[in-house]
């Protein structure tokens, strides 16, 4: 069974940092991309950046809200894709999901965890 | 990126049909078919259930179908039920490594 566990939330003061894990089991992590989606409360889904995998280079891409402030990464050898939240103002404050997507291509987001949630409050 | 745009709320009774529209820019939505559509229940992970325009993952009813026509994608679910009653999202690829999601729907059946 595909699973993806987020980890690592919690409650971080503006300014502050914070490193999301996303645990993997049940399928050949290394041929996948790792995307980060957030949901503020109440709102809906916005894309915040992927990892692809090595056979690509690791190449990341980001949405420009988090541009040079969030930065992902992974370790195949564990099955865990991370991400590492900097500089984090109110706005960032969302459940954080991350999802796959085979890298040859295939069926977008197909599995996703069952999300994080980041506060970001004085 | 400019979030796509969908209808906040649609509405139908058990059995009719409903559909979602989803419009984009000819940077997104107009240049790609990697449209995607994915079901939100409350406090649950999005679901996919249509991608790459207008297929559909194994296990989802052939009553949830995809199309495409210029810079608008359309989600139509037929034979409405009760369990459909959600939030649904629309996505799509948007050039240069980017993607962007719709803002949300919410389909009430009544």
């Known amino acids: 069974e595909v699973q993806l566990v987020e980890s690592g939330g919690g409650l971080v003061q503006p300014g502050g940092s914070l490193k999301l894990s996303c645990a993997a089991s049940?399928?050949?992590?290394?041929?996948?991309?790792i995307h980060w989606v957030r949901q503020a409360s109440g709102k809906g889904l916005e894309w915040v950046g992927r990892m692809r995998s090595k056979a690509n280079s690791y190449a990341t891409a980001y949405a420009a809200s988090v541009r040079g402030r969030f930065s992902i990464s992974r370790d195949d050898s564990k099955n865990t894709a991370y991400l590492q939240m900097n500089s984090l103002k109110t706005e960032d404050t969302a459940v954080y999901y991350c999802?796959?997507?085979?890298?040859?291509?295939?069926?977008?987001?197909?599995?996703w965890g069952q999300g994080t949630l980041v506060t970001v409050s004085s | 990126q400019s979030a796509l745009t969908q209808p906040r709320s649609v509405s139908g009774s058990p059995g009719q049909s409903v559909t979602i529209s989803c419009t984009g820019a000819n940077s997104d939505v107009g240049s790609y078919d990697s449209v995607s559509w994915y079901q939100q229940h409350p406090g649950k992970a999005p679901k996919l259930i249509i991608y790459d325009v207008t297929k559909r993952p194994s296990g989802v009813p052939d009553r949830f179908s995809g199309s495409k026509s210029g810079n608008t994608a359309s989600l139509t679910i037929s034979g409405l039920q009760a369990e459909d009653e959600t939030d649904y999202y629309c996505?799509?690829?948007?050039?240069?490594?980017?993607?962007?999601f719709g803002g949300g729907t919410k389909l009430t059946v009544l």
């Open positions: 049940g399928f050949t992590f290394s041929g996948y991309s």
């Open positions: 999802t796959r997507f085979f890298d040859n291509g295939g069926q977008p987001f197909d599995n």
């Open positions: 996505c799509s690829y948007a050039g240069n490594s980017n993607w962007v």
